[in-house]
């Protein structure tokens, strides 16, 4: 695939998710969420618990796909979007590291949406490697770190990221 290929198919990609966020949000707001499937109400469920987000789910001049500054700390529609992975995982009991993690941090007295945040730092933190590096998803890294992170306390996790962020440094640094 060409580099244009690839961006062009991030846009159209995009475009889809704004415009479902976009039909499901506006559903929601009109109170029409039995017409919606299980998996858009699954969506609608995510997008309820993130209303703070509500203007850039109600903002028509963003459906086009195009490259999207939301002036916060990050992308709400990558947040919304990866809660929608995270969920999947757990829905689909896999990888199993997934279920064992957010068991494990249940446990510790977190909320479902506090550990869904966690699995979502650490989630994201793989995937920015591999595509700052134009590698594969490395799905073996993934379930190491969330192995690593059930068993330390919530405040320890960032610290494991981070580890392996330098622990990968070095490796890249070998080759």
């Known amino acids: 695939m060409t580099d244009d290929t690839l ?15 976009y039909r499901i949000w506006g559903m929601v707001k009109d109170d029409r969420r039995a ?5 858009e109400n699954n969506l609608a469920e995510i997008l309820t618990d993130h209303e703070e987000y509500s203007d850039h789910f109600e903002n028509i001049d963003i459906l086009d796909g195009r490259e999207y500054e939301a002036g916060l700390l990050f992308n709400p529609f990558l947040h919304i979007s990866s809660h929608l992975m995270v969920e999947d995982q757990l829905s689909a009991n896999s990888p199993t590291e997934a279920i064992l993690f957010y068991k494990a941090i249940e446990a510790k007295g977190c909320s479902h949406h506090q ?10 933190h793989v995937m920015h490697e591999s595509a700052s590096g134009m590698r594969p998803f490395d799905a073996n ?14 405040t320890e996790i960032d610290k494991i990221i981070e ?11 070998i080759h």
């Open 7 to 21: 961006r062009k198919a991030a846009i159209q990609q995009r475009q889809l998710f704004r415009q479902t966020v």
């Open 141 to 154: 890294r993934y379930k190491r770190l969330l192995t690593k992170c059930k068993e330390v306390e919530t």
């Open 35 to 39: 017409e919606l499937s299980e998996k």
């Open 115 to 124: 550990a869904i945040h966690f699995m979502i730092m650490i989630l994201l």
């Open 163 to 173: 580890n392996d962020l330098l622990e990968n440094q070095d490796c890249q640094a």
